[in-house]
């Protein structure tokens, strides 16, 4: 019983797509700034600024959670 539990636990977890689309958007601005920072290399700084201090974000919430 417990098995068959596991098993539909998991195919719920491989059905759920709700953050999927926050994902899609958030790959395509990345795409987007650095196509920017390839064609307008007075860009390519401000843009660096902008993923470092996403980064440091990122890496500040995966250490407190």
């Known amino acids: 019983m417990n098995r068959i ?3 539909i636990l998991k195919i719920q977890i491989l ?3 709700k953050g999927q689309d926050l994902i899609e958007y958030a790959l395509m ?7 920017a920072g390839a064609i307008m290399p007075g860009v390519s700084t401000s ?4 993923f470092s201090k996403v980064a440091s974000s990122m890496t500040a919430a995966a250490g407190s959670s």
């Open 15 to 17: 059905k759920d797509t």
């Open 29 to 35: 601005a990345g795409f987007v700034a650095v196509a």
């Open 5 to 7: 539990t596991d098993f």
């Open 47 to 50: 843009i660096s600024t902008i």
